[in-house]
Structures are given as structure tokens and as C-alpha cells.
């Protein structure tokens, strides 16, 4: 395998940032908010690419309180989280996983299935800027529990 100029160093700190981010995916998912939050830097960027009238734990939020506010909120919202992640790439202080969700939802136990893209930025081992990406089309309409073309259609 080719380390492509890469040092051992370099090496051994992508490997340690995959393990972080794995661990901070563990521990978010599973609704373990001090260990999670942990993982943050106090002036952590995230933004979540989702409409947030919809997903109101997404969107942007700046520093470490208001990610934890979101990451407790997510929780009060959906009783069960599991991930399973399919990707995970590091280069240096950056971070990249693609990842399943299943959310159960606390109020009427529904299931929404969704992929996730997470990139993260890590500095002194700490996520410093998070941005998620998710098929919006497809997770609006789990949300709410309607087909979206079929709604456009009936409206044109």
C-alpha cells in the first residue's frame, strides 16, 4: 500500500482520528451526550444540510453547548438511533464517514432509514468543524409520511 509521501506519523494520526470519530459516532448514537460532547472543541461549527422546520437538530449550530443542546434534543425526539458506517476515510486533521441511520421514533415508534456524509475537522483531536450531508428529498418524506411528487403533481 502507498503512503503517497505520507509520514508514519501522519499515518498514525489518521488512524487515531478514525478511532475518535468511531468512538464519538458510538457514543452519540447510543445517547451518551457527556461522552459525545467530549469529542467537541468549544467553538465546534456544525452544520447539518437539512431543512431545520423539518429536522430542527440540523442546520447550523456554534459552538460546543448548542451541538450538545441538538445531540440531547435528537434524543428526546427518537428512542433508538442505530448507525452502521460504510466508509471512513482519514487524511491528517480531516475525517470522512458515510454512515446508515435508523431512527425510532419516540412517539409513534416509526422508523426512518437514512444515509449520512460526515465530514469532520478535527484540531487537538476535536471536532472543530462537522458538516452532514443527507438525501433531504428522501428524508422529508419519511418525516412526514408523504410522497413528494405525488404531492407536487396533485398542486401543478
Known sequence: MKNHGRTAGSLLLENLNKRRILDYLRAGYAGDIERAASYYDEDIDFIGYAPIDVFPTLGQ???????VQS???LHALYRLIEHDV???VAEDNRVAVMLDLRMFARKDDRVIRLPFANFYTLRQGRIYIFRQFLDSFDAVQ???RIDLIEAMREHA
Open 142 to 144: 419519511q418525516r412526514l
Open 86 to 88: 460504510t466508509s471512513i
Open 61 to 67: 449550530k456554534v459552538g460546543k453547548a448548542a451541538v
Open 71 to 73: 445531540l440531547v434534543r
